[in-house]
């Protein structure tokens, strides 16, 4: 149930890590800095106190002369149980690399000013998120904002001399508003939909707002959307990238979904709006456009603007089309028609006839070019993900990470696709691991279609022994099993501890085109089930894997496939480990908040009798299948998970001690969707471990 964006993925790792906890306010007595953890690397495996000693890189932005890059890296503390980000420079060909902030508050949307001669970013050493300006070396920080409301994001105008910003307006509190006379109440009166998100209540909403600059602080700022109860970038995931000026800096675009209550929570219908500045008028740039409309970027020449599209509303992972607006006709083209992937991540070239983009092909995450006569070029290649990119002056850095590999920021060369490392942060832990092999194979499914599987293979692996192996169930759904490094469904250290995992790209998944991606959508406990045991059953056949001791994991729509297979798995495997799955469908059709997301893929209310694709969903649901549940299960989850709500997890661990299966339950009562503390994340690993290998190892 993680939404299919890569905004998701280019979120920076701090922001993320926040989601799920309150901001700590500063003390009198400042807190350690937080910096490289040194650790015990032994026998050269990857352990959850390496994995926590690594620096996680996000946000590589090429100076405008593109001779120096500018990133942010996030270190993590497991005993003072928490990540701090910092900003570094480095030139382009890799030398000269330096941090240039150690504060212990995080930096954060750090981009280049004035021509390359300073940095502007966010801080919130003051006590709020505010604008901040420094040299590049580090030198000369000033605060020069003091917005009451703090700033989330920010972007200047082309002559520097306005700040379009960020910030979050209060939405009515009913309590209050009915009941003056009991301050002190913490009820929330709920009169319609849409009152939470993944990972708050809906208490604020983020605006839009436009300050006039002179260099040294911001004047009084307005709001673009004054009144307007909508979100501008729209919540949980989208950010500043949502919103964009005019290369003349006399109009701003912004993305809003113009809806409320349950006509929000039942539609994808965004659009991008574009606001003058000496009118203050607002048009709809994309009307009669009825699913996701994002990402607006304008040419430079602002003759034209590009934006991500989604054609069918209600349905958030629909194809991720590029289309273009000539602003002075009006016409509107699908750049994308003949290329059956997402786009994400554009960026116009200097010649205003072509852009950048980054896509999934194959599970495999690349940088690409289009013109606007729809020819594509990829650019660059290798089983790698590329998962952000900027370009200047001709020159291009981007952030690759892998299965083996964790981010770091790479010089990309335009012309052949060749690229080289210049962050290196990582490096003194990589050079003392020993990884294992990440291997592609194409299976072939029960209805006679390839599926790419990803094997990643023990450390040192010996195929004259016997490993036990780990089926991995994706989330998502719709979400690819790409060259993903991850910080907790990490493959590289289930491998560490003696696993042969094994990862396929199910039915349901982007980057293999339109049909494999939309065939699970009213079809969960369907071929994509029959494609997990196709390729469990594939790799238990081979000498090397104990066919005897398999086992399965997954979060989010990958809990609720462990849930699934439990029931029907006829004895595969002896462990399962489900975070944050989806036990009863009728119960989440009614407690989730993106009702778009429950309609489009659940086909429906499991109330409409008449409607057969809900009715084979809902008759699908793993806590119908409990009675044939033989198998041990490891349950996670967290209470301040709003999208899947920790009762799900509560009640499947229920029901397998009910039924005497062994069971146990990891709950986090201060954890989300995801796991955000570093001590959490430590003991989701080691509890993760000790499960698998009490079922897998010590019980043959």
Known sequence: MIRNSIGTILMSTSVLLGACSTTEKRTEEAAP????????????????????????????RLSPDGKRVLYGVTFFSIEQNKGNRELFVVNLDGSDRRQITQTPESEQNAVWINGGKEIAFLSSESGSSQLWIMKPDGSDRRRVSEYAGGINGFRFSPDEKQLLFISEIPVENQTKKRYPDLPKATGRIIDDLMYKHWNEWVETIPHPFLAPFDGKKLGEATDLMEGEPYESPMKPFSGIEDLAWSPDGKAIAYVSRKKTGLEYAVSTNSDIYLYNIATKATTNLTEGMMGYDTYPAFSPDGSKLAWISQERDGYEADKKRLFILDIASGEKQDLSTEFDYNVDAIKWKADNQSLYFIACKEALTHIWEIDLKKQIRRITSGQYDFVDMDAAAGQMVAIRQSMQEPSEVFRVNLQNGEVAEISFENKAIEERLTKGKVEPRWIKTTDGKQMLTWIVYPPNFDPSKKYPALLYCQGGPQSTVSQFWSYRWNLQIMAANGYIIVAPNRRGLPGFGKEWLEQISGDYGGQNMKDYFSAIDEMAKEPYVDAAHLGAIGASYGGFSIYWLAGHHQKRFKAFIAHAGIFNLEQQYLETEEMWFANWDMGGAYWDKSNAVAQRTFANS???????????????????????????????????????????????????HWIAQPQNGVLFQRVFFDWLDKWLKENK
């Open 33 to 60: 800095l937080i910096g490289r953890a040194e650790v015990n690397i032994t026998d050269g495996l990857l352990t959850p106190e390496v994995l926590y000693s690594m620096g996680r890189i996000s946000d590589a």
């Open 622 to 672: 793993p806590h119908l299948f409990v009675d044939k549940w033989d198998t041990p299960i490891l349950v996670t989850h967290g209470e301040l998970d709003y999208r899947i709500l920790a009762s799900q997890g509560m009640a499947a661990f229920n029901a397998a001690k009910l039924r005497g299966i062994p069971a146990e339950m990891l709950i986090y009562p201060d954890e989300c």
